[in-house]
């Protein structure tokens, strides 16, 4: 392969990164930015290997819509629903939602529509039509779509744990239309305050260092760091410590590395949840933590929670952070960005996660 090649497909990767971190954004640059990369992965099987059409339709389509070349993004973005564009709520949302940002409200009802009849259980599209018309000042149709995606979460227990950010929302068109918090506010209040107190004994139980390890809990903002292990390093975790596998814990039943990855969000995510305002990741290197074990006298089966302090503590730079902004790489190591990966809304049965 020749050497120009390739320099072209990095230089448009290293392009595209700069500008799309760059703050402020320069939402002219990004657009620029965005339709080399799209015509370079439309012709060149290699640019393929590097960026994922789709994805990089969708950040032109938000791109265009920063300018205020709304037709153009339509078109851009009914080109990644073709392409394959996937996610929660139902892609064809994200046209409707820039037929909406457009003052093409009626057309993006239609699509809101169709898609609930599709989709009716899915609670991400009733938050993110209610998103859309209390951002035009439609307070009462907002509140319609928050009202029943309340409903939704709080009945099947909220997987996607959306209930605190729909309280706001329902909170904010309820005040435009100066209506008092009705029944379903007051028991979806009640539902997060007690998941909290959950979450917060849950995290105190497994993430807290074992009773006379000799470490104390700061003062101040609550840190959490959580023991997690790469993907290089899962296998041989699995195989030394086969408990990693037993009901209720993160990589319940032998999970393949993504699951791993995916359980562990909803860790981070409860811890969060429960007032930690910085959550962090200590990556566990399997010789490290056996050689840290042994100079201890700790049992490595029982030792992760006191390891991750003491990484906390000892090598800082080192921890991972938690979460990355949407479209940073995602924690988890895997290269995509956040929003396409951990951070992506959840699909099926998440009770045992």
């Known amino acids: 392969m020749p050497v120009n090649h390739l320099s072209?497909?990095?230089r448009v990767e290293r392009q595209l990164a700069s500008v799309m971190a760059a703050r402020p954004r320069d939402e002219g640059a990004c657009v620029a930015a965005l339709q080399e990369a799209v015509a370079l992965t439309r012709t060149d099987a290699d640019a393929g290997e590097v960026f994922y059409l789709p994805?990089?339709?969708d950040d032109l389509a938000q791109a265009y819509v920063g300018v205020g070349r709304f037709d153009e993004a339509l078109q851009t973005i009914r080109e990644a629903v073709d392409a394959g564009l996937a996610g929660q709520?139902?892609?064809?949302?994200?046209?409707?939602?820039?037929?909406?940002?457009?003052g093409r409200v009626g057309e993006a009802e239609s699509i809101w529509n169709e898609v609930r009849a599709d989709t009716p259980g899915d609670v991400w599209l009733f938050n993110n039509a209610g998103l859309e018309y209390a951002a035009v000042g439609d307070h009462v149709t907002a509140l319609a779509?928050?009202?029943d995606g309340m409903r939704i979460a709080l009945?099947?227990?909220?997987?996607?744990?959306l209930v605190p950010q729909l309280i706001d929302l329902r909170r904010a068109s309820m005040t435009e239309l100066g209506l008092e918090a009705d029944d379903l506010q007051a028991r979806a209040v009640d539902f997060h305050a007690e998941r909290e107190r959950d979450s917060r004994q849950r995290i105190l139980r497994t993430a807290a260092p074992a009773a006379g390890t000799g470490y104390r809990a700061a003062t101040g903002?609550?840190?959490?760091?959580?023991?997690?292990f790469p993907a290089e390093e899962y296998a041989e975790a699995l195989a030394r410590w086969p408990e990693l596998t037993e009901a209720g814990g993160v990589a319940?039943?032998?999970?393949t590395h993504a699951e791993y990855c995916r359980a562990m969000q909803v860790k981070l995510a409860e811890a969060a949840d429960s007032g930690a305002t910085r959550v962090s990741i200590a990556p566990i290197r399997v010789g490290d933590f056996l050689a840290w074990c042994a100079e201890r006298g700790e049992n490595p089966g029982e030792a992760r929670a006191g390891y991750a302090a003491d990484f906390a503590r000892t090598r800082p730079e080192q921890l991972i952070s938690w979460p990355p902004g949407r479209n940073e790489p995602c924690w988890c190591g895997s290269a995509r960005k956040y929003k396409k990966c951990c951070g992506a809304p959840r699909t099926g049965d998440h009770d045992e996660y």
């Not at 319940?252 to 999970?255: D, F, L, N, V, Y």
């Open 221 to 228: 903002p609550m840190l959490v760091a959580w023991s997690w």
């Open 55 to 57: 994805e990089l339709l």
């Open 89 to 102: 709520p139902d892609s064809r949302c994200r046209i409707a939602e820039i037929l909406m940002r457009a």
């Open 8 to 10: 072209e497909v990095e």
């Open 145 to 147: 779509w928050l009202t």
């Open 252 to 255: 319940s039943g032998g999970r």
């Open 155 to 161: 009945d099947s227990g909220d997987p996607e744990r």
